[in-house]
């Protein structure tokens, strides 16, 4: 089945700098990869998706990359701000059905 | 537009007894999953609804966890008897199936004492 590895486990940035999280998959067949963001006492939250047609996404200050030889995919986060603190998840989800399988998740602390 | 609603926010119990969660998707939304949180870790999938009927519940300890969308809409999630491995968030989502988002609610937290 599908193996979703997340790196790094923490991460500590300045504000105003850049944040990268990359995730590398398994299924070569997975095709749809979202990314969700968490706060303390509440549910994932998604903030980006990208599907394996697309090499690049972008949202304001959030963008996603993927890269479907290599098996990896990243999130982006440019002009880092303290509320940008939380859990991060990737997760991908195989060619058939509709389950998600997540990574372990990042900590990233925007330190101002 | 509302959220998945999840009820209890907070459930403390002993082992070996029994907890049931309930789980309001967005409205519309004909898929809905449960998944286990267990701390440091990133969310497990226990089952998949399609509307009233079971998708995928291959990850879901059936002697013990069992779940039910009788119609449709709303869900409930019971574990009987609980072990203290089972202290965990479980998570609702919902989506509209096929490959859009999955939404999810804030979950419960559940400590087995």
């Known amino acids: 089945g599908e193996n979703v590895e997340q790196h790094p486990s923490t991460l500590s940035v300045q504000e105003g700098d850049s944040a990268v999280i990359k995730c590398t998959y398994s299924?070569?067949?997975?095709?749809?990869f979202p990314w969700y963001k968490q706060e303390l006492g509440k549910g994932p939250q998604l903030i980006i998706d990208?599907?394996?047609?697309?090499g690049e996404k972008k949202d304001q200050r959030i963008a996603v990359t993927l890269n479907k030889t290599a098996k990896h995919f990243s999130l982006h986060i440019t002009e880092t701000q303290p509320e940008d603190s939380a859990v991060y998840f990737c997760?991908?989800?195989?060619?058939?059905?509709?389950?998600?399988?997540f990574g372990a998740g990042t900590i990233l602390r925007v330190k101002s | 537009e509302a959220g998945v609603a999840q009820s209890p926010r907070y459930k403390i119990i002993e082992k070996r007894q029994s907890v049931a969660f309930w789980c309001n998707p967005i409205?519309?939304?004909?898929?809905l999953y449960w998944y286990q949180q267990i701390l440091g870790q990133g969310p497990k999938l226990l089952i998949q609804?399609?509307?009233?009927?079971?998708?995928?519940d291959s990850q879901l300890p059936k002697d013990r966890f069992s779940a039910e969308r009788l119609k449709g809409v709303d869900s409930t999630l019971k574990i009987q008897p609980a072990k203290l491995e089972d202290s965990a968030v479980y998570l609702c989502?919902?989506?509209?199936?096929?490959?859009?988002?999955?939404?999810f609610g804030d979950g419960t937290r559940l400590s087995i004492l």
């Open positions: 990208i599907r394996s047609n697309v």
């Open positions: 997760a991908a989800k195989p060619e058939y059905g509709n389950k998600l399988v």
């Open positions: 299924d070569s067949a997975s095709n749809y």
């Open positions: 409205s519309g939304h004909a898929t």
């Open positions: 989502a919902s989506s509209l199936g096929g490959q859009q988002p999955q939404h």
């Open positions: 609804f399609q509307n009233n009927g079971v998708v995928d």
